[in-house]
């Protein structure tokens, strides 16, 4: 059988670097409440001159690096984002045409916190139809540009940034040891839109809107929503929480990753936490912290490598690759 393989990772962020003291001057906040409630220390904020579009198409170039590969070796590119450059077209097809392609195709996924998750799951899928060879799953976002700075209860926590896979078509033998994509989880269940959602929209205000959540409701949801995914991955792949060499979570905040580690017998040693770093940057949290547990040598090919994610509508979804 086709399995859709890890060949590459990259990554991108802002040149700005926003320490969480900054937020002292104008907010009542500080420092200390941010770092203890969420584990959050720093975070990357974009330039005038830098977008959702420039920093995947950054992150695209340093995972094709990677790879030894160039944009002509890519034929499908998928995009998880939130915060696009335009409302149309996607941004996928803008940075596909910033890497000089005329072939293949691209598209914008939206879900949020989920979305690389979802992206990766698309990608595999159409890789396995045969519709594509090789695809770039990038999730990139400038939610910097969404935030109310006014609202100390949201605008601590986000961040900008982008990261990159190349997933790419590889005969699998069908079993768990295979290397790919192993198993996938995807929800979403739209009664808790309210909890977190932002206030505009092309259809309805004709604004962009600002983001807006009940941190505490989302926080209540999170921990169980995230397990019953990843239980649904185990069982499909027929693995426990001890066969798992990484678990590599989205990043919105430490207390909801231990949480969910801990719900899920997954050992601290094996969680990958890159959110004192990147705070929360939704579709580019995970692959951002892939790219840091790549490069400092802790994933390895061959390990076994749970994602997982959950946000906005709500979405929330895991899956398991062999690296
Ligand atoms: O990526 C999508 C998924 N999103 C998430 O996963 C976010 C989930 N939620 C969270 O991470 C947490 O709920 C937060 C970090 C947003 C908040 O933490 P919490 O422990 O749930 O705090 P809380 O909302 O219960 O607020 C506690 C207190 C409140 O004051 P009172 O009412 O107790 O007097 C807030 O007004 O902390 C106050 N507060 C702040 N204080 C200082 C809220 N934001 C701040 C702030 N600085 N930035």
Redesign the pocket.
């Known amino acids: 059988m086709i399995r859709s393989v890890v060949r590459a990772v990259g990554s991108a962020l802002p040149r700005r670097i926003m320490k969480n003291s900054e937020f002292e001057a104008t ?4 420092d200390e ?2 770092a203890q ?2 584990g959050i220390r720093q975070r990357h904020i974009a330039g005038p001159d830098e977008t959702t579009a420039s920093l995947g198409e950054a992150a695209a170039r340093a995972a094709l690096a990677d790879g030894g590969l160039t944009p002509v070796d890519i034929d499908l590119i998928v995009l998880a984002t939130s915060t696009p450059n335009n409302t149309f077209p996607a941004t996928a097809v803008e940075i596909q045409h910033r890497l000089g392609m005329r072939h293949g195709f691209a598209f914008d996924l939206q879900a ?2 989920s979305g690389f998750v979802y992206a990766v799951a698309t990608a595999d899928s159409h890789i396995r139809n045969g519709l594509a060879k090789r695809a770039l799953v990038i999730g990139a976002e400038t939610f910097s540009r969404i935030l109310d700075w006014n609202d ?2 949201t605008c ?2 986000f961040g900008d940034g982008a990261g990159a896979l190349v997933l790419e078509a590889h005969d699998g033998e069908g079993s768990v040891a295979d290397r790919g994509v192993l198993a996938a989880s995807l929800r979403s269940d739209g009664t808790h839109k309210d909890k ?1 959602y932002v206030d505009g929209g092309p259809s309805t205000t004709g604004t962009v809107g600002h983001l807006r ?1 009940e ?2 409701e ?2 209540k949801h ?1 921990v169980g929503m995230i397990a019953d995914v990843i239980e649904g991955t185990f069982a499909q792949a027929g693995i426990t929480a001890d066969d798992l060499t990484w678990f590599v979570p ?1 990043q ?2 430490k ?2 990753i231990n949480a969910s580690a801990k719900k899920l017998g997954i050992a601290d040693e094996k969680v990958v936490v890159t959110v004192d770093l990147h705070g ?1 940057t ?1 579709a580019a949290s995970v692959p951002l912290a892939l790219d840091v547990a790549v490069r400092d040598g802790r994933i390895r090919k061959g390990d076994l490598v749970l994602l997982e994610a ?3 509508g709500f979405t929330w979804g895991a899956v398991l690759v062999r690296w």
């Open positions: 907010l009542d906040t500080s409440w941010i409630r969420t949020v916190c100390r209860s601590v926590l977190l959540m941190g505490k989302v926080f999170a989205h919105a905040n207390r909801i929360n939704s959950m946000g906005g």
